[in-house]
């Protein structure tokens, strides 16, 4: 089992009204469509969707990568219990620790309940995700996501009838997508003219790698989320990895190791972990703030760049990053990169598991030697990673 964050746009921000603006005749579409095609019962009248509002961030234990509809076997939940305690719409769901429904208290669990494909304006489809927390027996519509490129926010949806479909998610789940790894303003990156702050930086720009000397930024971007939650910066103290000050990244953000435990247990020196599952080694804290604002930088291939001198990953233009993006970047990243979508990129050097980046922590706390590529230590004299 791995902790896995989704994040949704809360019920109470997602606003339904007939074509035109009219109110529906249902309270709580949402939460209706639990049972069937509750958008549909509108007919004839297309339905307005609008979503508003900051995301909240769902934390769950997840074995497969994918968020399902009923993880039950028999009265047990079998995947995808509530890790932390989340506040959503008012209501405050915590995790239990008890995993057999009929119990009390009963266990907390997340799941997909239902798709359903919307259009904007312009024809582009999305695929809305219903999402529930369920309480025991008790489940309530929290929020949606979706599935793939999300709308730019504000986007006004269309439920066609007879064109738009619905359809519960055992049939498969949904998979769960990965925030996308990026650098909290104000961090250090070193240019050959030498550090500049991320936001200052544009596209043209030159930027030091640890394998490619001088790379061009083909593309940055950014946004500014609440970093209270699940999306809270991760702070990697000076001096633990090489770091030359304190280092924030969002928890997806991988920093280049280098161990001889790794050796042993992964068969590779130099791997990639996430900010956020070094948690448990003592330089390692969140960092909750208000509002965070997070960019990415997009170069050719997947580069180590120097962030407060130390190596860390650019922007991986994967499916699943760029699956946790929203449509409007998506296109522009494709303006940049045609092959994004369509050819994969491959990973700069092996990335950990979280259970083996957890393991790696573990056996630096007993003494075994976990560094960061710190700039000027000649790690770059290392061959490169061949995927």
């Not at 509530?82 to 009929?102: C, F, H, K, M, N």
């Not at 998610?169 to 998979?175: E, I, L, Q």
């Not at 900010?275 to 580069?303: N, T």
């Not at 180590?304 to 990243?333: I, Q, R, Y």
Request: glycine residues 12%; charged residues 15%.
């Amino acid at each position: 089992m791995s902790e896995r964050t989704i994040y949704v746009t809360s019920a109470g921000d997602v606003t339904i009204t007939r074509d035109g603006g009219a109110p529906t005749s249902q309270q709580d579409i949402l939460q209706n469509a639990l049972n069937g095609d509750a958008f549909s019962w509108e007919t004839p009248n297309d339905l307005q969707i609008t979503l508003s509002g900051p995301q909240v961030g769902i934390s769950f234990d997840d074995s497969d990568g994918v968020l399902q509809d009923d993880p039950f076997a028999g009265s047990e939940v079998a995947d995808q219990l509530l890790t932390q305690s989340v506040t959503i719409d008012g209501e405050t769901y915590a995790p239990s620790g008890e995993t057999v429904r009929w119990m009390d208290p009963p266990p907390v669990n997340v799941e997909a309940e239902y798709r359903v494909t919307l259009f904007d304006d312009a024809g582009t489809a999305y695929e809305m995700i219903g999402v529930s927390i369920a309480e025991g027996y008790d489940t309530q519509v929290v929020g949606v996501m979706f599935n793939g490129s999300a709308p730019p926010p504000g986007t006004t949806l269309n439920y066609i009838q007879g064109v738009s479909s619905y359809s519960k998610t055992a049939d498969g789940g949904v998979t769960i997508p990965d925030g996308v790894p990026c650098f909290l303003s104000g961090t250090l990156i070193e240019t050959p003219g030498g550090p500049c702050r991320v936001e200052d930086l544009r596209k043209g720009d030159l930027v030091l790698t640890l394998d490619n000397g001088a790379q061009p930024i083909r593309w940055i971007g950014g946004s500014t989320v609440c970093g209270l939650g699940a999306l809270a910066p991760v702070r990697i103290a000076a001096g633990w990895l090489g770091n030359e000050r304190d280092l924030y990244v969002s928890p997806n953000h991988r920093v280049l190791l280098r161990s001889a435990a790794a050796e042993l247990n992964c068969g590779h020196l130099m791997v990639l972990a996430a900010a956020k599952d070094l948690h448990g080694h003592p330089h390692v804290s969140r960092a909750p703030m208000r509002r965070a604002e997070y960019l990415h930088i997009l170069l050719d291939g997947h580069q180590m760049v120097f962030s407060e001198g130390l190596a860390t990953e650019s922007l991986f233009a994967g499916a699943v990053e760029t699956g946790a993006l929203d449509a409007a970047t998506v296109t522009e990243l494709r303006g940049v990169f045609r092959q994004i979508g369509t050819q994969p990129q491959a990973l700069g050097y092996p990335a950990l598991s979280s259970w083996e980046a957890r393991f790696l922590v573990q056996q630096s706390r007993s003494g075994m030697d976990v560094t960061g590529i710190a700039r000027g230590t000649g790690a770059g004299m290392v061959a490169p990673y061949a995927a």
